[in-house]
Structure formats: C-alpha cells, structure tokens
C-alpha cells in the first residue's frame, strides 16, 4: 500500500478505471455473443437487427478509450463479413442435436432395424411355408395322377377279365 497522497489517489483511481473498463469489455464481449447466437439460430434478420448495436457498443468502447481503434475494426469487421457470409450462404450453420435426442435418434433406427429384420423374417417364413405347398400340391397331384393310372389299370385289367369270360361263355 502506498505511503504517499498522490500514490494513493492514483491506486484508487485505477481501481476506478479498472472496474469501469471490465464493464465496458463485458458489454462488447456480451454484445458479441448474443450477435454470435442469432448467427448460429441461423437467424439473418435478427442478426442484421443486431448487428447496429453491436457497433455501437464496439465504438463507444474506442471512444472511452478502453479498447484500441484498430482492435475494434477488426471486430466490427468480423462481425460484418460473417453476417455477409450468412446471407449468401457461404456459411452453413449446422444443426445441433442435444445428446438426448442423438439417443433417442439412436434408440429409433435400432427399433426401425428390428422391425424390418422381422418382417423379412416372416417374408421368408411366408415364401418357405408357399414353396412347402408348391411342393405338397405337385406331390398330390403326382399322387393323384398314379393312382388315376391305377385306377385306370384295374379298369383295363376288370375289362379284360370280363372280356376274357365274355369269351370263355362263348
């Protein structure tokens, strides 16, 4: 702690100026990132609202003296040239996903590929269970025309006895 008047005065001056430029930088840093925000919501319009504002603030700072000119140009003109950079689209905002969607996202498509791996189950049960009948309906009918013959066999053999008596009665 200083002994001197003049010392002390000039402590407590800097303490002054030094709460007074924290508060304005926090004010640009603030302005900043609720510009940034708007940006990142994809939002041209309310950031093109914005975007005044937050000039306002980066210039009153120069003129306070709290922040050199050149710092605040090149802030104004990143602020500008991304606002710029939204409008005509060479600045894609991506959308992003919170972690409990991305599980609840996750949860889904594997719901979805089970549903499907049971449908084709069935599909293949179903096309089994089609080719089990082609196969029992061609084995009747297979069946079916052996024993016509058979049939037809005992009738021609029936006839041929009754036509041999027929004969032998003669």
Do not use: C, W, Y
Not at 32 to 47: C, E, L, P, R, V
């Amino acid at each position: 702690m200083p002994n001197k008047e003049s010392a002390k005065k000039r402590v407590k001056i800097a303490e002054k100026k030094n709460l007074r430029n924290r508060i304005v930088k926090s004010r640009i840093k603030t302005a900043i990132k609720k510009f940034n925000a708007t940006i990142m919501s994809n939002d041209a319009a309310g950031a093109e609202a914005l975007l005044p504002e937050t000039f306002s603030i980066i210039d009153s700072a120069v003129s306070k003296g709290v922040i050199h000119k050149n710092n605040a140009a090149n802030k104004k003109a990143a602020l500008a040239k991304t606002l710029n950079d939204l409008k005509t689209g060479k600045l894609v905002i991506p959308t992003v996903i919170d972690h409990k969607t991305r599980i609840a996202e996750k949860r889904a498509a594997e719901e979805k590929a089970r549903q499907e791996a049971k449908e084709a189950r069935e599909q293949l049960r179903a096309q089994k269970e089609a080719e089990k009948e082609a196969k029992a309906k061609k084995t009747k009918k297979a069946e079916s025309k052996e024993e016509t013959k058979k049939a037809k066999k005992a009738e021609k053999v029936e006839k041929e006895k009754e036509t041999d008596q027929a004969e032998k009665e003669k």
